[in-house]
DNA sequence: GCAAAGTTTGCAACATTATAACATTTGCAG
DNA sequence: CTGCAAATGTTATAATGTTGCAAACTTTGC
């Protein structure tokens, strides 16, 4: 496998869209689950960059491009795209972005920088565990979790753009 | 410091609430922040429950009380109750909830019971340490946390309601 | 092929959550 | 008591998300 790039810095972003559509493409198949067009072109607007994109983004973009869609096509896409674990909502944002570990069964953290709005997403074994022996402490049965980090990302500390 | 009650159970309720409003007076005295009828009976409302309250549940209640009040006056009551950290705010609910450690500085992970409402909130060390080492492994600034698990409370566990 | 059944999409209306802009009132310092 | 700053009132509107039903499309069984 290899190695995922940062988000911050610039990388061959076409790749990363491209890696998330195929992957798409893999898991629908796998599981009998139709990535109909509306749900394809949906998963690739949000890709697009790596800043959580909103539903009403996400339905102007398609009205760009002629497709004048309502909001439940957009929320029925994303519905669609969180059960089979293609992208995440970011709640702090109600914003929606890629899934950088789509299919590997996994707790995401998100980092998200308050300055340029770029979302890097972990899945971090020592967080989790800790997180699931709080709960277990408390006899809470853990469904699930909501981890949003925010902050500076390394490209943003320093330059705080008051400059 | 006595020992505080767990939500779950049934308690003393009317001490969690003279206990928030004394603490909050306290508070704001200190920081010469003022702790006004309307940002008080706010945050009386809130602690009625240890279910998470919607801005317009309160907006609804203050209404049935006499006071007709618009949504700004709730959400700037909330603001005020908030930057001094006698709520917080469930991303996952858009809903507020009366701080169970206000004056404490702490870092807050939210276990919030997806079948009775009930939500408890912790502020456990192991937790936020995993969460900021594994920020900073990535070279990220933190500066807030949002961390809310969905899940079954111990009194909810087996009695799954579809009984 | 073809009809029935199920899934997906279109569409219109609406519900919920949150903010903007500006007027008015209140509390307080001088 | 006057003038400033903070707080609240008021109206309108923005942003986000849902419901319900009809039409179109896909799949399945025959």
Known sequence: ???????????????????????????????????TPIRERVLELIWQSHKPLGAYDILAQLGAEGHKAAPPTVYRALDFLLQYGLVHRISSLNAFI????????????????????????????????????AAKAEAFQVEDITLEISGLCPSCQGSTSHA
Do not use: K, W
Not at 12 to 25: F, G, K, P, R
Not at 26 to 35: E, K, M, P, S, V
């Open 1 to 35: 496998m290899p190695e995922r790039a940062l988000p911050y810095r610039p990388h061959n972003h076409e790749a990363c869209v491209s890696q998330a559509l195929t992957d798409a493409q893999d898991i629908c198949r796998q599981q009998n689950a139709r990535l």
């Open 98 to 133: 890629g899934c950088a570990h789509a299919g590997e069964h996994h707790r995401s953290t998100f980092l998200i920088c308050r300055e340029c709005g770029i979302v890097l997403e972990l899945a971090v074994d020592t967080v989790t565990n800790a997180i699931e022996s």
